[in-house]
């Protein structure tokens, strides 16, 4: 079973064999830490998909490890490590808007408006 969460790349599926039953080829990459993984399992096979809440929120401050953000709807205040992605670092300044998702209870900046 394919461990949430993860961004599925690439799905193959092969024909069914005269014993065995038709396999699925997953490609996905892990939303936290940019891993790429692979699982071969059965079609009939159950796979788990992360609920994603894409957020707004503006940035308050900017610390060398972390970043303070303010929630656009609810005013909610909290404080989340700095994405690795260079083009995302680089472009956060206090008052500036960013889009962040919330996946299984974590917090991760996606994008700067």
Partial sequence: MLMIPHCIISLEK?????HGSA???IVAVGLFDNVKRSI??????RIE???ID?????V?????????????ESYETFEIDIPKE?????????????EY?????????TRVK
Avoid: F, H, N, Y
């Fill in 23 to 25: 396999k699925a080829r």
């Fill in 86 to 98: 260079e083009e995302i670092a680089t472009k956060l300044e206090e008052g500036k808007e960013v």
């Fill in 49 to 51: 998909m992360p609920i």
């Fill in 14 to 18: 092969s024909k069914p064999g005269k």
């Fill in 101 to 109: 998702w919330i996946v299984v209870g974590r917090k991760k900046v």
């Fill in 40 to 45: 071969v399992s059965p079609v009939s096979q």
């Fill in 60 to 72: 308050l401050s900017v610390s060398p490890s972390s970043v303070m953000l303010m929630d656009m």
């Fill in 54 to 58: 894409k957020r707004d929120a503006q």
